[in-house]
């Protein structure tokens, strides 16, 4: 199940990934992580020390490896240099598991943790004025675009703040979306935004509630999202004393926000995956980009790259990688 964490800036939506994801590794699930959000805190959230986190191999810089291992022998790429970030798999692309030995992984996954991560890498100063944040996380949405997650398999993405997923396809990848919010009105009007726009796609999402101190948290939570509501952390000194760079055992976090991390597991493990929706969806926004700006980069149709007869789908992931 592929599981994507999103709200407002400082709503503690990394900080949640990392519990998540930490929960999820103490039980010895095949689990990948991605941090997909401009400012690049998981790996530190995850526990790592900042100069650790600094040195992590960044996607970003491994595109043209990526495009490579991917296209496998897909007659329908001439080369690497054909593929953008919303290319879609079809007979002859490389799939990927969440849990393998390949080239990819080797060059960009670390453990942090115990937990295995990615990072797309920072918004550098060479790129200020030159260069947009969403050509970063393209890596990001070619991998999920190849990846073939099966039943008891999970990966967790941290993106960017607020609406700024939109920007891309990439919001349409995952099985179930996490919208943190705060008890606050700007926290109250991303979300808004947010449905408004996962709506139209048919997006699974949930919405747990970050820094609650009292019931009248929850009522005006209830009160603006209604049943997207799914469960609220409260205020907790475990993760205030983590986010002072103290990050002690998971059993250590309040017994009613630990109840909280396995609600969101059983929410994910009871998400039916749509394979025909990720499909048809990779389809229309490469088609999208293609007609917008990819075309007339590479040269030529990028529509072309689309197989009509490839779906992915159980058959799809069950088959051997």
Known sequence: M???????????????????????AGGGVPLLVVDADINQHLAVALGAPAQVAAQLPPLGEHLPLIKEYLRGDNPRIGSA???????PPGAGSRLLRVVEDNPIYAACVRSVGGVRVAVTGAFTAEDLGVACYHSKVGA??????????RPGEYVVVDMTAGADSFASGLFTRFDRTFL???????????YRQYAGY?????????VV???????????FLREHVGADLLAWVSRSGYVRRAERGTSGPLDELEPANRAV??????????????????????????????????NDRAGLDLTTQIDPDFRMGPATVSAPA
């Open 2 to 24: 592929k599981t994507a964490f999103v709200g407002k800036g400082g709503s503690g939506k990394t900080t949640l990934a990392a519990l998540f994801a930490r929960h999820l």
């Open 81 to 87: 240099t054909e593929m953008v970030k919303t290319t």
């Open 140 to 149: 990001v949405e070619l991998i999920l675009n190849h990846l073939a997650d």
């Open 180 to 190: 943190v919010c705060e008890p606050t009105l700007r926290s109250v009007g991303v």
């Open 198 to 206: 996962a709506r139209d796609y048919g997006v699974a999402l949930s």
């Open 209 to 219: 509630g970050n820094k609650v101190e009292d019931a009248a948290d929850v009522d």
């Open 261 to 294: 991390l396995a609600r969101l597991t059983e929410a994910v493990d009871d998400t039916v995956p749509d394979w025909t929706a990720f499909t048809r969806h990779a389809h229309e926004f490469h088609r999208r980009n293609a007609a917008a700006w990819a």
